[in-house]
């Protein structure tokens, strides 16, 4: 890697802070980077050495944000960079991530070097779920489907051996967790891990939509309308293999993720 930090656009999210823990861990200076820094994003980039992009959640227009993004790192000099996609990016009923098949394209074509890692659904996310008082895996999709759910300590340090180590460039990998896994596979593991019992149940997306997600700005409830129906008929099955290529061991399962939240 060229001498310099690693700018780490989107730093203070839930992706982020592990893509700085991860790169911290391996003594590599990081330059986090938001929605301040970004607004003059040649300045913000200047004297990198490398940069993590990560668009924030549901954007109206990510290849434009990003798009912006790469412009700002050629002027600015900065010859390496990862992108943060996601599994199955090209899938048209899903907005969000057809959003991110046409930023990848943009990202090959750049002219810049580059690797695109595609996680699956983290683990992570049903925690909130399982920390209440009556624990719980509840979504708006069928608890049958399946899931390469990875976690996200996992992805981070997969970000951090992407920039630091050789071998990368011009490389996309799918990230998915050691096995395919259901809803109702997690709930399981967290009975196990909570030691009571935990429900998995499929909430159905009308409710979802005039209870948690009656507040949200309306194209995002619908861009995440248009997932949930997704995962109801596909689930996002995800492979584990590359992510374990690139940890050098097999990527942490769900239970081992929960026993770790849970300091278990
Ligand atoms: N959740 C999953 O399971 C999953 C799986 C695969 C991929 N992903 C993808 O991961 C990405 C990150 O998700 P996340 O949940 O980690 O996001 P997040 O927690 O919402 O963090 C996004 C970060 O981006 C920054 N930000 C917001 N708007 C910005 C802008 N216009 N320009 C520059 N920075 C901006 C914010 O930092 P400041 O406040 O400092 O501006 C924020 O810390 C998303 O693109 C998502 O699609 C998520």
Known sequence: MTP?????VGASGKTGTHVVEALASRGVPVRPLGRAELADPVAAFTGAGAAYLIAPNLHPDEPALVGGWLDA???????????????????PAMPHHLAKAQ??????????????????????????GLAAESPAVRVPYAVDRPFGLVDLADVGEA????????????????LGGPTLVSLADVADAASTVLGEP??????DPGTWAAGPGAA???????????????????GLP??????RALLGRSPHDVATVLRREHGV
């Open 103 to 128: 930023t990848e394209d943009l990202v090959r074509r750049s002219g810049l070097a580059w690797t695109v890692l595609q996680p699956c659904a983290y683990v992570q996310n049903l925690l909130p």
């Open 4 to 8: 310099g930090p690693v700018a780490v």
């Open 198 to 203: 935990v429900v998995a149940e499929r909430l």
């Open 159 to 174: 970000a951090a051996v992407v920039l630091t180590e050789d071998g990368h460039v011009g490389a996309t990998y799918e």
């Open 238 to 243: 995800t492979g584990g293999v590359p992510l």
């Open 73 to 91: 790192l050629r002027t600015a000099g900065v010859p390496r960079l990862a992108y943060h996609s996601v599994a199955w990016p090209y899938a």
């Open 216 to 234: 949200m700005d309306p194209r995002e409830r619908d861009w995440l309308l248009a997932m949930f129906a997704f995962y109801d008929a596909y």
